[in-house]
Every structure is written in C-alpha cells, then in structure tokens.
C-alpha cells in the first residue's frame, strides 16, 4: 500500500508539474535562452487631480534562437487611476525601443491615458497590450540579427498631467540588460 501512495504521489506531484509548466508558459530550462530584463520594477507616482496614479514597468529583450529575430518587450501596473471625473491624464505614451549598441532598431508605442482614466489599477504584460482599454497598442517588436553588438529593450513616458499646466514630461526608463552577438 505505502508503494501505490508513492507512485500516486509522484504521479500528483508529476501532473502538478505539468500543470504550472503549462498554465503559467514555464518552458523547460533547454528550451529557449532567458529574457533579459530589469532586475526591478521602475516606478513613478504621479501626483494627478485625482487620486495619485503609481505607475510600475519592466523592460525586457529575448531571444528566439530558432529565428534569430531579438524581440522588445515591456511589462507592469498602474494603481490609483479609475477617476475619470476628474481624469488624471491628458496623454500617458509609452515608447518601447529594440536597440542594438544604442541604436534604434523598432520603436513601438501604446497610449495608456484612457485606462488610466478609467481603470483604477489594471496590469499588463505583451499578450495583453493589444487588447488595453487604451486602444490599438503593439509593445512587441522584433528585428533579426543582422550583425554585432548589444541588443536591449529601452524606453520612455511621455505624459501630462490633467490642469497642472505644465504640459508634456518624459520619464526616461532604464533599459533592460542585453544580448552580446
């Protein structure tokens, strides 16, 4: 009996395993070669009209050695939104750049005001950007190897915040960590 709980535990554990590798996109480790990405959420709190909106985000470049290409991405949050009585934001544009050795390769960008406006905290994260509340937005880019260098994902907020009068900002965001070819 001590046998048939083993091999049904092993077994558990087993469909368990393969349940989270297949719910949550966990590849085997021999499989592809891992995203490079920030080590930590940026972060920005933004004192609006509103509530004070905190956006967090993380950028990342990977990989995909059957193809060469090297794809941008980024993911994160906002919190504090949703009051679009006031409305926090006039513009809230994320630029995303694929680079190789600092020079731009694709630049992809996304409008976040309206889900901003009218969502007080969502998350995102690249199979989500299309889809935002925000409108059309692709985030994803890519661009095959075509010679040497350091590739990164790197990026830029363009913001205004609603009646302070002082027009567009940019938060410039720290890129991720690269690939060297």
Not at 33 to 53: E, L, M, R
Not at 74 to 82: I, R, Y
Not at 106 to 127: Q, T
Not at 151 to 171: F, L, M, Q, R
Request: net charge negative; charged share 20%; with cysteine.
């Amino acid at each position: 009996m001590t046998w048939l709980k083993r091999a049904g535990a092993t077994a558990l554990t087993g469909g368990v395993a393969l349940a989270c590798a297949t719910t949550f996109g966990v590849a085997p480790a021999t499989a592809a070669v891992p995203d490079k990405c920030n080590a930590n959420y940026q972060s920005k709190t933004f004192d609006t009209p509103g509530s004070n909106v905190t956006f967090k985000i993380k950028l990342c470049v990977s990989l995909n050695s059957s193809t060469g290409k090297y794809h941008a991405y980024a993911m994160g949050s906002w919190s504090g939104g949703g009051n679009y009585v006031v409305g926090e934001m006039d513009k809230f544009l994320l630029g995303l750049r694929l680079e190789r050795s600092d020079a731009l390769m694709r630049y992809e960008s996304c409008e976040f005001r309206s889900g901003i406006n009218w969502i007080e905290a969502d998350s995102f994260k690249p199979s989500d950007i299309p889809t935002i509340i925000s409108g059309e937005c692709d985030l994803n880019t890519d661009s095959t190897n075509s010679g040497g260098g350091t590739w990164t994902a790197d990026g830029k907020i363009i913001y205004n915040i609603n009646n302070d009068g002082d027009g567009d900002k940019t938060w410039e965001l720290g890129g991720s960590p690269g690939y060297i070819d």
